[in-house]
């Protein structure tokens, strides 16, 4: 299948063409020609699939037979849960609708609000926001929204979970009633078709993924470790690997943590949560897409709506209380047809997550054996120190090499006992035992249930 059949334009042909993509992806099959019907749409489609570009091309294409806006005013609103998916969206937007004669902008809280109005005073085709600061914007008269011609929701499981739902009503029953509806989410809950039906009529549904299966593309492990020993376990799988990693952390404190203790074993990282300002967040996103620092730590809420492209691997600090935020973690890897790795590191008291997720994910998460040369005794401010450099250490441009090797401070003294110490790596009490650490784990996880 070629973009050329979907019933697009010349120049956004050209557009997409620009971008290197040579075949639509599922969602774009099925999700362009219906929008281009005028019709309401209901899509499950998790991130990853290549859905913004579903409906940002046809968005375009529909946009560009209408009347030109009104200041203060907008054609087409997509709604959004987060800042970082808001902006990703806004430069699709421009991506693809670079050969269009079309304004976009975007809002999204946290940032000063004054260019935001500014923006708005001309008017523009495309207004992305999230519910928040459109609301904000209404209140102070820099948006009105009676030229709303299209809705776009997205992510709207997400919506719902943040609590964005009262925002969204308030938004819905200001806009004209005769409109066209796209609502996107990655699974559609009982509490989704419910908001959906007073949204949409008579929607066209798409369901490219299986309802919370995970990305096939997507390489599954896990690694059974005491919670104590899950900082040493990350530093040393990063160390090996030297892949641009995105690492989960359920709490913002842990993240912080983290990339802190990742910092001081020379492994570049930097932390992303909503504590953080909206300027050190995107500083902390552009860094890490730029490959110049190699980790970036982030909790859920977050990290929702990240895209990286080409992103290697995906690392779970910890398990995640929510089932279907695994999903959303390991999507960030493994897009739109690439291959990713999602590991996760597992401590005993975290069974019970971890069977809620293969239960959801109908699969059993591969257990890896930990590394014979891992001490989790290591310092972990000086593991770099003691560590021979990567192999693939010489394969990086020089921006692209975050981690210097330090000469470790007793020569080569360190490394000796670090070669005998590695050896004896066991989990636990189990120093004696000469069973495999994942073995040792499932008895371990066994008996911890039974009781
Ligand atoms: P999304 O699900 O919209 O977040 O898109 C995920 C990633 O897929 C983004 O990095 C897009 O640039 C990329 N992408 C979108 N459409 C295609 C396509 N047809 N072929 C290859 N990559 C694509």
């Not at 281009?36 to 294409?61: N, R």
């Not at 004054?114 to 904000?136: C, E, H, S, W, Y």
């Not at 690392?315 to 995640?320: A, K, Q, S, W």
């Amino acid at each position: 299948m070629s973009f050329n059949t979907l019933g697009l334009s010349e120049t956004l042909l050209l557009a997409v063409q620009e971008t290197g993509y040579t075949h639509p992806t599922p969602i774009q099959v099925k999700s362009i020609p219906a929008i281009l019907t005028g019709k309401d749409l209901m899509a499950a489609a998790q991130t990853g699939t290549g859905k913004t570009a579903g409906f940002t091309l046809p968005l375009l294409q529909l946009l560009g037979g209408k009347s030109p806006v009104r200041s203060n005013r907008c054609h087409a609103l997509v709604l959004t849960p987060t800042r970082e998916l808001a902006a990703q969206i806004q430069e699709s937007i421009q991506t693809y609708g670079k050969n269009e004669a079309l304004r976009s902008t975007v809002v999204f809280g946290g940032v000063n609000i004054n260019p935001q109005m500014k923006a708005l005073r001309r008017g523009v085709d495309i207004l992305v926001a999230t519910p928040g600061r459109l609301l904000d914007l209404h209140q102070q008269n820099a948006i009105k929204f009676t030229d709303v011609e299209v809705l776009i929701l997205d992510e709207a499981d997400r919506m719902l979970d943040m609590g964005f739902i009262r925002d969204i009503r308030k938004i819905l029953a200001m806009l004209p009633r005769k409109r066209q509806n796209l609502m996107f989410s990655a699974t559609f809950s009982n509490e989704i078709r419910t908001l959906a039906k007073t949204i949409c009529s008579n929607p066209i549904e798409i369901d490219v993924a299986p309802r919370n299966s995970t990305v096939q593309a997507i390489s599954q492990k896990l690694y059974k470790v005491p919670k104590e020993h899950k900082a040493a376990l990350l530093t040393h799988l990063l160390s090996k690997s030297n892949e641009q990693t995105l690492v989960f952390s359920r709490t913002k404190h842990g993240a912080n943590k983290l990339a802190k203790q990742l910092n001081r074993a020379n492994i570049t990282a930097s932390a992303i949560h909503g504590n953080k300002s909206q300027n050190q967040r995107t500083k902390a996103l552009a860094d890490f897409k730029q490959n110049k620092v190699q980790v970036l730590v982030a909790t859920d809420i977050a990290a929702r709506g990240i895209d990286i492209d080409l992103l290697a691997q995906v690392i779970n600090f910890d398990l995640p209380h929510v089932p279907e935020d695994y999903v959303h973690r390991i999507g960030r890897t493994g897009r739109a047809g690439a291959s990713g790795v999602a590991i996760s590191l597992v401590s005993p008291d975290e069974t019970k997550q971890l069977r809620a997720i293969e239960r959801l994910i109908k699969f059993t998460i591969t257990v890896e054996e930990i590394d014979n040369d891992f001490d989790p005794g290591i310092n972990i401010k000086t593991q770099e120190s003691r560590q021979a450099p990567s192999v693939n250490a010489d394969k990086r441009t020089s921006h692209n090499k975050p981690r210097r090797h330090k000469p470790s401070p007793s020569g080569g003294k360190n490394k000796s006992k670090q070669a005998n110490k590695a050896k004896s790596y066991k989990p636990k009490e189990t120093a004696n035992n000469a069973k495999t650490s994942s073995s040792i784990w499932s008895q371990d996880f066994t008996s911890k249930t039974s009781r």
